[in-house]
Nanobody, 121 residues
């Protein structure tokens, strides 16, 4: 079994920062791409940022320069540092990872349970 557990959401004011963490655990052989998605009320889930096992990163335009994604391959964790938060960043944030389990020949997508981020004055 594989689990992704997120932490770090909360309520902040515009311009403040939050740090989201996600830890993968279980029967893991290899973790390929990791990323963060978000879903605001009434909207579709969207990709926020991704990072490959080689630390190549990709961001949606609206968060470039404000958010930073990083990972620790030894600890199977991925972090999203969010600075200069805006009300439009309000959403449930989900961790995602492409993981090959021990004794498996293929990788599957796994999701965390989601963590609420609210930016409001």
């Amino acid at each position: 079994q594989v689990q992704l557990v997120e932490s770090g959401g909360g309520l902040v004011q515009p311009g403040e920062s939050l740090r989201l963490s996600c830890a993968a655990s279980g029967s893991i052989k290899v973790i390929y791409d990791m990323g963060w998605y978000r879903q605001a009320p009434g909207k579709q889930r969207e990709l926020v940022a991704t990072i490959t096992s080689g630390a190549n990163t990709n961001y949606i335009d609206s968060v470039k320069g404000r958010f930073t994604i990083s990972r620790d391959n030894g600890k199977n964790t991925v972090v999203l540092q969010m600075n200069s938060l805006r009300p439009e960043d309000t959403a449930v944030y989900y961790c995602n990872a492409e993981i090959q389990r021990t004794y498996s020949s293929s990788a599957l997508q796994y999701w965390g349970q989601g963590t609420q981020v609210t930016v409001s004055s």
